[in-house]
Every structure is written in C-alpha cells, then in structure tokens.
C-alpha cells in the first residue's frame, strides 16, 4: 500500500503570497489531518478533515484554511505569508479508529517565506 | 502555554543500555497518550500508545509508563540499539470526541552510542 504522499516537498515563497500544499491519503484513510512543525513551537495542530468535514480545528489564524476532496486528498492553504510560516507542514491519514493511534505521516512539506 | 512537555531536549545513551525519554502535560482531559519517532526527513511514525485506564503498556523493547495523579508519562527502550537514534514526540489526545487531534510535545533527540 502507498504511504501518505505530499506536494510539492519543498517550496519558496515570499511574504504576502498565498500557498497551498497538497497531501494524498493512504487509500481507504477518510481522516486527514494536518501540522506545522517549527522548531520554536514544536508539532502543532492544524486541522482535521473527515469525510470532506472539518471535524477538529487548532488555533491557528484564519489565514490557514483547509478542504477535503470526494477522494479523501486534502489541500491546505495559507493566505498572506508571513515570516514565521516557515516550517515543516505535515500530513496524516488514519483510518477509521476508536482512538488516534494509527496515524500515518507523510514526508512534509518544507515552506520557507522570504 | 504547552500542555505537553517533553522538558530534555536530548538524551545520549550507550547501546545496550536503558533509555528512558520523559513527558509531562497538565489538561486533565487527555485520557489517551502515544508516542512517534521522527527520523530526518521523514514524518512521525507511530511507537507506542496507553490509555488512562493503564499503567503501564509494552511491545517488545518499548515500554510506556503512566502516572495519572503526576500528570506524568515515560518511555522505556532496553535494551537501546544504534537505530533507535532519533527524536522521540509525546503525544496526547483526549479521545475519541477529539478525533484525530493530537497535541504534541517539543520532542527529545535520542542519541545510541555503539
């Protein structure tokens, strides 16, 4: 079975542009859910996407916005970049379980705003 | 304010010895616990997980302790091998109401001296 993909691996940006990274599931995964890793704040949660509903939301600012596809693939997109942007976005798949044990990342994806 | 606390940014330990990687959190509300390991490159892969009704939890070299009245939790690793050098994340949930939404520690750098 194919892992958790994510596009593109690496991006650049500058500050004010929008982005949107994509992640494909693990197939027959309905759940996605998304990170940001930085190393002053750690992994962070972004936001969860269940059956193209978002289910659980992170504190993050509404410059970061998310969907889910029929296909279960989810897209995340961060408006106005700023600086502190920059990390590492991950994303997980996970079946259908009672608890969140089985969540399975992708490789990340690595932002760096200019 | 973190809720997980991962308070040793790195451990060195040599091979065949213990290691033990620590965690504290303070919501009362998580009730369920994981631990991933994340090589470079890569994104976290699921180790180890305990529920508040236990104690204690094991698979074959990983043991998780917790202690709910401490608000504490730890990793065991025996005996520690070479390929277990990575960063290990502790990770809280707070059941199933919260679906997929982990909150994750800052993470320790695990380091297995041959």
């Known amino acids: 079975k194919a892992g958790v993909t994510q596009t593109p691996r690496y991006l650049i940006k500058t500050r004010g542009q929008q982005v949107t990274l994509s992640c494909s599931p693990i197939s027959g995964h309905r759940s996605v859910s998304w990170y940001q890793q930085t190393p002053g ?29 029929s296909n279960s693939r989810s897209e995340m997109n961060v408006s106005t970049l700023e600086l502190g942007d920059s990390a590492l976005y991950l994303c997980a798949s996970s079946p259908p379980a009672l608890f969140p044990d089985e969540q399975f990342f992708g490789p990340g994806t690595r932002l760096t705003v200019l | 304010d973190q809720q997980v606390k991962q308070n040793s940014p790195s451990l060195s330990v040599q091979e065949g010895r213990i290691s033990i990687l620590n965690c504290d959190y303070t919501n009362s509300m998580f009730d369920y616990f994981l631990w991933y390991k994340k090589y470079p490159a890569e994104g976290p892969t699921f180790l180890i997980s305990i529920s508040s009704i236990k104690d204690k ?39 199933h109401n919260a679906g997929n939404m982990l909150t994750f520690g800052g993470g320790t750098r695990l380091m297995v001296k041959p």
């Open chain 1, 41 to 69: 704040q750690g992994l962070q949660f972004l936001f969860e996407y269940f059956s193209e509903t978002q289910r659980n939301k992170g504190n993050f600012p509404g410059r970061f916005s998310g969907r889910q596809f």
């Open chain 2, 57 to 95: 939890n094991e698979d074959g070299r990983f043991t998780v302790f917790l202690n709910k009245s401490a608000k504490h939790l730890s990793l065991h690793i025996v005996p520690s091998q070479p390929g277990d050098s990575a960063v290990y994340f502790c990770a809280a949930s707070a059941g």
